[in-house]
């Protein structure tokens, strides 16, 4: 099954009359999405439109895919911030009903940024993977990375099982004796993989921290296990050190328990909304 990602144009921060443009994804973080999913939807909109860079060039290669949500009606204040927010709920609206292929909301920052109206309060468990995947330099070409990711398939491949095998192991197997688990030893392996892979082929990379927020309210909970008792488990948060570095960053599995906001389209899914930030240090070859 493919992997899509339906991103954010830019990092948005909603006021009470309006919204605060802190700036546009990045070409590194366009590389991240364009590396690390097989299908990018960036949404756009009408009245605001937040261009991206290199946008002309990675359409014609069918890097991105920039569909734009027609608003009607004259838009004001407030008004404008959810428009802005909402073309990216829209149509992650309808592409996570895709079956298909494994559709996900993801934004660049350190929390969801949606119009009220796309939210809604549920127990979640964050897993964040920290300092863990590899990212070319901007200056790296698109074909460059178009090309490595076909020629590489495969370990992009294993590492996206092995994250969602993570992930399941956490939702199905709550235990905080988790670096001895199966599925961490094949993450680590995986992540070993790519970064050894990245490492040969590219002068420079960064690496990236991955978050998910895992559905406690959905129909892929463990059997005999509440939410609240997961909660409870995972409530002060924990953190794994995976020996997978290559350079001085030290990956890790952090993971924690609580009730937030999270995308409502997504309610009866497992996996709800991704978010992403770059570690501050460069791996230099």
């Not at 756009?44 to 949500?69: D, K, W």
């Not at 939210?119 to 964040?128: E, G, K, L, N, P």
């Not at 296990?225 to 909660?231: E, F, Q, R």
């Not at 794994?240 to 009730?259: E, F, H, L, S, Y």
Request: charged fraction near 25%; charge should be neutral; hydrophobic fraction near 40%.
């Amino acid at each position: 099954m493919d992997r899509g990602v339906i991103a954010a144009p830019g990092i948005i921060r909603p006021l009470e009359q309006g919204f605060v443009m802190e700036r546009s994804i990045s070409r590194e973080e366009l590389r991240y999405y364009i590396l690390y999913w097989d299908k990018v939807v960036i949404p756009g909109n009408n009245l605001v439109y937040i261009a991206v860079p290199e946008e002309e060039e990675l359409i014609a290669s069918q890097a991105i895919a920039r569909p734009r949500v027609q608003f009607q009606g004259t838009y004001q204040g407030s008004q404008v911030t959810d428009a802005i927010l909402g073309c990216q709920a829209l149509v992650a609206e309808r592409l996570v009903q895709d079956k298909t292929v494994d559709w996900v909301l993801h934004q660049v920052g350190d929390s969801l940024a949606l119009p009220p109206n796309f939210v809604s309060q549920r127990d979640t468990i964050r897993v964040a993977l920290a300092n863990t995947l590899p990212v070319p330099d901007a200056e790296v070409p698109v074909q460059e990375i178009l090309k490595f990711k076909q020629n590489r398939k495969g370990e992009l491949v294993e590492l996206h099982d092995s994250i969602d095998e993570l992930y399941f192991e956490v939702l199905n197997s709550p235990d905080k004796g988790l670096a001895t688990k199966k599925a961490v030893l094949r993450f680590q392996s995986a992540i070993q993989n790519i970064n050894k892979t990245s490492h040969e082929r590219f002068k420079k990379t960064r690496k990236y921290d991955l978050s998910v927020e895992l559905n406690l309210n959905g129909k892929d909970i463990i059997a005999g296990a509440s939410a609240g008792a997961l909660i409870g488990f995972f409530g002060g948060g924990f953190a794994i050190p995976i020996t997978a570095a290559i350079g001085a960053v030290v990956p890790m599995i952090k993971i924690n328990a609580k009730a937030s906001y999270t995308f409502e389209p997504a309610k009866e899914n497992s996996k709800l909304s991704y978010i992403a930030n770059a570690s501050r240090e460069e791996i230099v070859k």
